[in-house]
């Protein structure tokens, strides 16, 4: 079995089923688990040089949008027919998060082989659960991906019932720096897991910018910093973009010291098995609580 995965998510699906010896292609941007993955073929690229940008800059690139316009990857279809791939997993859910599901399957049409494609389209966290059954089942491993989608979610209710009956704090989630992009999808529902309230995104939702006005009135008391697609080294570099907005000190997540940058693309931006990962760093960034492994800086720092 050959697998070719467009998607970061995606391979940390097919890590979490234990079929990283069948990946033989993969994105730039795919980096887990690093021993597994070092050694597999790379087939896009990006068009923008992201570390030279500002958050600015790349969302104008791409349209002004965090999640339309224009994909920052390029896919190498040369080396995606050399690759002779069984399987090719991928997205369409975000045009800017990944190869276009329209490009993968132009491309796949164009290798005269006998391709499957499987576009993943998760909006909340049971749909990324459940993406693990959907793909093992396609891989022939539909009971072991059931178990593993089962210890998952065992996990999340273990955070659940870590932070039960404790004062649910205000939070907001921040996936874009300028303009300022709230996180949906299925970062409200961690947020929810690990005993918050989240603030200006509903489970689910396909979000759109707010103003630094929305912000202020909402008075968060945590503000949580996961840029998509931006380590916490490269998120701190532009912390001036949050730091100097008038009436940044007033916050009362500021004033309490609650502003933490997190690891957006490890736990957060992706739609894969480290989503409940992230939701057990929540539990340590909004209550002090350990569950599972402990969190490391990493992780989570404050801003």
């Known amino acids: 079995m050959r697998i070719v995965s467009l998607l970061p998510a995606a391979t940390d ?21 690093p021993r597994d993955v070092a050694s597999v073929p790379v087939v896009t690229g990006a068009d923008l040089d992201q570390d030279r940008l500002t958050s600015r800059e790349i969302s104008d ?13 390029t896919l190498d279809t040369g080396a995606l ?9 991928t997205q369409d859910l975000c045009d800017v998060c990944a190869v276009s599901y329209e490009k993968v399957s132009r491309s796949v049409r164009l290798l005269n ?53 404790r004062a649910r704090p205000r939070v907001m989630a921040i ?17 929810t897991a690990a005993g918050g309230e989240p603030l200006l995104a509903a489970p689910g939702e396909h979000t759109k ?12 008391d945590v503000l949580l910093v996961l840029p998509c697609g931006f380590p916490p080294e ?17 916050l009362p997540a500021v004033r309490a010291d609650q502003v933490w940058v997190l690891d957006g693309p490890s736990y957060f931006n992706r739609p894969g098995p480290r989503v409940v990962r992230g939701a057990e760093v929540l539990a340590h960034v909004l209550h002090a609580v350990r569950v599972g492994a402990p969190v490391t800086p990493a992780e989570a720092r404050r801003l």
């Open 175 to 191: 996936e874009w720096l300028d303009p300022l992009w709230p996180a949906g999808h299925w970062v409200p529902e961690q947020i």
């Open 61 to 73: 690139a791409v349209g002004g949008s965090a999640h339309s316009g224009s994909s920052l990857y």
């Open 113 to 165: 082989a006998d391709t499957r494609v499987l576009s993943l389209e998760p909006r909340t966290l049971d749909d990324v659960l459940a993406c693990l059954v959907t793909v093992g089942t396609l891989l022939g491993v539909r009971e072991r991906a059931e178990q593993r989608r089962a210890d998952l979610a065992a996990r999340l209710d273990r955070v659940g019932a870590a932070v039960a009956g």
């Open 234 to 250: 490269r998120t701190l570099r532009e912390r001036e973009l949050l730091t100097r907005l008038p009436g940044w000190e007033d």
């Open 13 to 33: 699906i097919v890590a979490e089923l234990g079929l990283s010896e069948q990946l033989v292609g993969r994105t730039h941007e795919c980096d887990w688990p």
């Open 209 to 220: 910018p707010v103003s630094w006005d929305a912000v202020c009135v909402a008075r968060p």
């Open 81 to 89: 027919a050399a690759l002779r791939p069984d399987f090719v997993l």
